[in-house]
């Protein structure tokens, strides 16, 4: 029996969400994009928690290890907060677009960007420099990456079409404002 070539499309699990599913393998770049002024401030905060108690428990009991020896340490555990509150931005924003936490801001952002896109003709997700079967590969082992982060951090980083999400939706919106565009020339003609 011969190999088929083209690749197998699995689809995506649906978890069962109170909020709706935006994307279940949003890019890295959307998931920065929408993140929220308090994602950052969070981040930011659970960031300085490392130095700060480094910092902390050298004032309480000094560890004596002479000149230049508490520098690097610093710098180690201010590198370590920094990962530490990118990721935890990261994790934030994902919970939105897999409708775990929240998300009605997310929704009506999606909603505006991809309909949008289809009104100028772009691909929804954008044009992807990879073969569709290592889309597909891609789409496969970072679809809900982030559940596991803590474990392995994993990012989309390749533009593909499978998110899990009816995108009919988007032009179906598209094609109501074009409607509504059309109908408001006529009238004020």
Request: hydrophobic share 40%.
């Amino acid at each position: 029996m011969a190999a088929d070539n083209k690749s197998a499309v699995i689809p995506p699990k649906q978890a069962r969400t109170d909020y709706p599913l935006i994307d279940s393998d949003p890019h890295v770049r959307r998931v920065f994009g929408y993140a929220r002024p308090s994602d950052y401030a969070v981040a930011a905060g659970m960031g300085a928690v490392s130095p700060l108690a480094f910092w902390v428990m050298e004032r309480v009991s000094p560890s004596h290890v002479g000149r230049g020896g508490f520098a690097p340490v610093m710098r180690l555990a201010t590198a370590i907060g920094l990962i530490g509150g990118v990721q935890i931005l990261y994790q934030r924003s994902c919970n939105r677009f897999y409708g775990f936490t929240e998300n009605r801001r997310e929704v009506e952002m999606d909603m505006r960007e991809m309909v949008d896109k289809v009104k100028k003709g772009e691909p929804l997700y954008g044009a992807s420099q990879v073969s569709p079967y290592l889309q597909g590969v891609a789409a496969q082992n970072s679809r809900y990456s982030q559940l596991w982060s803590h474990v392995i951090p994993w990012f989309n980083i390749v533009n593909h079409d499978r998110h899990g999400v009816d995108t009919a939706k988007y032009y179906q919106q598209a094609e109501r404002e074009l409607e509504a565009e059309r109908a408001s020339k006529l009238g004020s003609s």
